[in-house]
């Protein structure tokens, strides 16, 4: 096989299983695209060695297959999130809170789950505040080693994860796997979202 007929067949691979994993992702809730695309791999019959497309690749697929499919739902799904997300935000306002992920890049589907990022001095500051305002939480595994804690709240049958972080680190531009700034946003962005049927402002 020649070099060109091998990258040819490198990018149907990649663009075969960005498709299935952004399918997978809309239709079964996988929130991890590394997850959707090993699974996607399998199902295709595709070997470990096969060329894997990277996240922004399998988010564009997302976006697509969303707008697509999912178009009306999903816009309902997200403006549902971006209200509790707002409220909570009001409600952790001393914690610096800001929103993230999928309810704020707008690939939010129907079993996403809100990420709020606190940044605070202690951890424990936050559980003490929850427990005074009888908000139940557990905690989970943190994503990153620069988490202090992550706790997890279930607010009307949707999933909300407040990931802690030092105070310091609010100045810190967090990136995700693949090179990209992990974007985020504060309550006044978030209003903003929400009063524009979750469109950016120009």
């Known amino acids: 096989m020649s070099s060109r007929q091998e990258r040819q067949r490198s990018l149907q691979q990649r663009s075969r299983i960005a498709n299935l994993a952004a399918r997978l992702m809309a239709e079964d809730g996988i929130a991890s695209a590394a ?109 990153t080693d620069r988490a202090e804690a992550v706790l997890t709240l279930l607010i009307d049958g949707v999933v909300v994860n407040l990931v802690v972080y030092p105070h310091a680190d609010e100045r810190v531009i967090f990136k995700t796997r693949d090179g990209r700034i992990r974007e985020r946003a504060r309550l006044a962005t978030v209003n903003q979202l929400l009063a524009c049927n979750g469109m950016p402002t120009p």
């Not at 707002?86 to 990420?115: C, H």
């Not at 500051?125 to 908000?135: A, P, S, Y």
Request: aromatic share 8%; hydrophobic share 40%.
């Open 35 to 143: 997850l959707a695309k090993r699974k996607a791999a399998r199902n295709l019959g595709l070997p470990d060695s096969a060329a894997m497309p990277d996240d922004a690749e399998v988010e564009a697929e997302l976006r697509t297959y969303q707008r697509l499919f999912q178009d009306d739902e999903q816009r309902v799904r997200r403006m549902q999130l971006l209200g509790i997300a707002a409220r909570l935000m009001g409600t952790v306002q001393r914690f610096n809170p800001y929103l993230s992920g999928s309810v704020l890049d707008g690939t939010a589907g129907r079993y996403a789950e809100i990420d709020l990022q606190l940044f605070t001095d202690s951890a424990k500051d936050v559980e003490i505040f929850l427990l005074n305002e009888r908000i139940s939480y557990r905690h989970s595994a943190p994503r």
